[in-house]
């Protein structure tokens, strides 16, 4: 078995670069090297996340290149996985997205995230160098955020 390589005390890089949607289209996901600083800074941010569970958290999506970002269907240009910024996770030994959202959304001032989204089936989280603390739930039927997690 391979040894990891780790960016951060509980994350690995496979995990920053995984992608399902680039595995099955044969798409290179390994990010490039101008990204490298918001890639470290988001994984010691995600380690305080990790500490704050106090339970492995499982990344279903963190960098995306251009083109697996617009794959996954993203519609967004900016989006902050592109730049290494955001990240997908559940944390299914702490409780659900909601509830893991909600413990999040009550450490804003430790966690210093720029968004925290509940996405019903993950939680969406994103870091920058100034964070805007938002706090959204993405209304399943509309697809538009609404504020707070509800």
């Given at each position: ?36 600083m918001n890639l470290q800074y988001t994984a010691i941010q ?105």
């Amino acid at each position: 078995m391979p040894i990891a390589t780790y960016i951060s005390t509980y994350f690995t890089w496979d995990e920053v670069c995984h992608s399902e949607w680039a595995a099955r289209n044969s798409v290179d996901n390994v990010p490039p090297a101008a990204i490298a600083m918001n890639l470290q800074y988001t994984a010691i941010q995600m380690d305080k996340v990790r500490k704050l569970l106090n339970r492995p958290v499982i990344v279903s999506s963190w960098y995306r290149s251009a083109e697996v970002n617009a794959g996954v269907g993203s519609k967004s240009k900016r989006s902050q996985h592109t730049k290494g910024e955001a990240v997908d996770f559940i944390c299914p030994g702490y409780g659900s997205p909601k509830e893991v959202a909600t413990l999040l959304a009550k450490n804003i001032d430790t966690l210093r995230f720029d968004q925290l989204i509940y996405e019903y089936s993950w939680v969406h989280i994103s870091f920058s160098p100034v964070p805007r603390g938002q706090i959204f739930t993405l209304d399943s039927k509309t697809g538009q955020s609404m504020p707070g997690i509800v």
